[in-house]
């Protein structure tokens, strides 16, 4: 096991968000966080990346327990990439460079510039190495969000909505992207998602939040018609195109 999520809750103003939250997984796997606006998706993650500290519960990247190190630590086990990034006035290349910094030492070595190098091929960003991030689009930018986590060289990706407001193929880039990095190197990615098809298109594991707590959680077996419509409160039926699991919105019943 990668990553042991046991008993995690996190309370804001006296107002439990998320309880008992309790999940495994193993390198190569990928997990989609599923759910409505506001039933914690977001909280779950910051909890696990210690950006949020939880009420109760542990989180363990192998033999680490998140909530007791520092954050260089945590960095060099989490690579968190936010629903949104900041556009600064950098070069991609400088923004990538930024993810070393829980390996740097004194000085950026040359193996910290060959990782950062072999990371925009991956994502396939040569030709926009040099180009400032706030002139990007979003689907380059989220790249270059991507990329930075990457060379954190962590053991496990975190991902808030990675293809929240781009185009169809964007959204298709970045997630061929997450599942070819999980397949070629020993990590796990955890990604909250709203479109209920990408998701059992590229993930394998899936854990569904109703008030705050997992209504569901296991394999494609657990995304049914029945949890979904239980979950979200709208009627789907759950059919199989082409090879892919596909979930499509029936029209409710109108009084």
């Not at 909280?43 to 990346?49: E, Q, V």
């Not at 542990?58 to 954050?71: F, H, M, N």
């Not at 990439?81 to 070069?91: H, I, N």
């Amino acid at each position: 096991m990668i990553l042991d999520v046991d008993g995690v809750a996190f309370t804001y103003r006296s107002a439990p968000v998320i309880q008992e939250i309790t999940f495994g997984l193993r390198p190569h796997q990928i997990l989609a966080i599923l759910g409505p606006n506001g039933v914690g998706k977001t909280t779950l993650l910051k909890c696990m990346n210690a950006i949020l500290r939880p009420k109760a519960g542990s989180i363990i990247v192998e033999d680490l327990d998140l909530l007791t190190a520092d954050r260089m630590e945590i960095a060099r086990r989490m690579g968190y990439v936010p629903q949104r990034s900041e556009a600064g006035r950098m070069t991609a290349f400088d923004a990538i460079l930024l993810g070393r910094r829980p390996h740097i030492q004194w000085n950026i070595s040359e193996a910290d510039l060959r990782t950062v190098e072999a990371a925009i091929r991956m994502l396939h960003l040569e030709d926009l190495s040099l180009r400032y991030i706030d002139e990007m689009s979003g689907g380059e930018l989220q790249k270059v969000s991507i990329a930075r986590a990457l060379v954190q060289e962590p053991r496990v990706l975190l991902l808030d909505e990675p293809t929240s407001s781009l185009d169809l193929r964007n959204q298709i880039d970045i997630l061929e992207i997450v599942r070819s990095v999980v397949a070629a190197h020993d990590v796990a990615a955890v990604m909250t998602m709203h479109d209920l098809n990408m998701a059992l298109r590229y993930a394998d594991r899936f854990i569904f939040l109703k008030d705050g707590v997992i209504h569901a959680a296991g394999g494609p077996e657990v995304v049914t018609a029945e949890t979904i419509e239980a979950v979200y409160g709208v009627p789907v039926a759950v059919e199989r195109y082409n090879g892919f699991h596909v979930v499509v919105p029936l029209t409710p019943e109108r009084d």
